[in-house]
């Protein structure tokens, strides 16, 4: 069964911490994508690649870096955690546009508390 | 305006009960994706459409491009379909990122 996986379900940290979320991925997609979801203001978009070694800024970006250095990994980095990062942190992976195959593939999610 | 908007917000059926939750899109498109998160749980894609109707088990999916509009339907809903259900649309540019609609939560009563 192909999937994303997150390295972390739950994960507790203090401000200041630098924090890294990690994302890999087994069907070979070109795009990965970091989410985070909170109550009220939804899915939001922070970072994404469309290939090794590129990213874009999502809406969301600042505070939040990411590497992508092999195809199957993607890497959110809080340089400097606080508080108002405690959210819930979704990674993605899809496909390229046009084709009919499933398009997206989430990962399971990390609970990520600052304290 | 959010560019995706969906209704209702919440809705609660009894078991068995036919299910409507609609999505309305104000921007050019290349997909739309019906998507379902369970309490506390990851999010699963159901459906991708770029035009017509899909169907999965108990769930369908339409689309009308030409009216910007979506809906999933649940048929013989069960308390195991309650959840949010997403509505996001991508729009084809490099990395294929989706624009989600606030969703909609709902409560299966058995």
């Known amino acids: 069964d192909v999937k994303v996986t997150q390295s972390s379900r739950y994960l507790v940290k203090r401000t200041g911490e630098k924090v890294f979320l990690e994302c890999v991925q087994d069907?070979?997609?070109?795009?990965m994508f970091w989410y985070r979801q909170d109550p009220g203001l939804g899915l939001r978009l922070i970072y994404f690649s469309y290939d090794v070694k590129m990213k874009e800024k999502g809406d969301i970006p600042e505070g939040y870096s990411v590497s992508r250095e092999k195809k199957e990994r993607f890497s959110l980095i809080l340089e400097s955690a606080s508080t108002n990062q405690t959210s819930m942190y979704l990674c993605?992976?899809?496909?390229?546009?046009?084709?009919?195959?499933?398009?997206?593939?989430f990962g399971s999610g990390t609970r990520l508390t600052v304290v | 305006k959010n560019e995706v908007e969906q209704s209702p917000q919440n809705l609660t059926a009894q078991e068995g009960e036919f299910i409507t939750i609609n999505c309305s899109y104000s921007v050019g498109i290349s997909a739309l994706h019906w998507l379902q998160q369970h309490p506390g749980g990851g999010i699963v894609s159901l459906f991708m459409?770029?035009?017509g109707k899909k169907k999965h088990g108990r769930l369908i999916a339409t689309i009308n491009i030409q009216e910007k509009h979506s809906s999933l339907h649940i048929t013989a809903s069960h308390p195991r379909d309650s959840a949010v259900y997403i509505c996001?649309?991508?729009?084809?540019?490099?990395?294929?990122?989706?624009?989600f609609g606030g969703g909609t939560r709902v409560l299966v009563k058995p």
């Open positions: 993605a992976s899809s496909i390229r546009p046009g084709t009919e195959t499933p398009g997206y593939t």
């Open positions: 069907m070979d997609h070109e795009n």
């Open positions: 459409l770029s035009s």
């Open positions: 996001a649309v991508s729009k084809g540019a490099a990395g294929n990122k989706l624009t």
